[in-house]
């Protein structure tokens, strides 16, 4: 789990956070050229950020996220 530029990864997805609004969208995956598997995407992923946590909800996936 890392942040950089509002991009956090978590679970092998990449996600762009939303700051200003606690709201997140799926980019894609870690390792862009790589099968992995089946995943599971929730309504909210728990983001630690130095020392605090705070929930972010879903709200989309990007189009052609985990394209090859």
């Known amino acids: ?23 997140t969208i799926v980019i894609g995956k870690i390792k862009p050229k790589t099968n992995i598997g089946n995943l599971i995407i929730t309504d909210m992923i728990k983001v630690d950020i130095i020392s605090k946590s705070e929930f972010y909800k879903v709200i989309g996936i990007k189009q052609n996220s985990f394209k090859k």
């Open 1 to 23: 789990m890392s942040t950089k530029n509002n991009i956090y990864f978590l679970n092998r997805i990449k996600y762009l956070l939303l700051s200003n609004c606690k709201q």
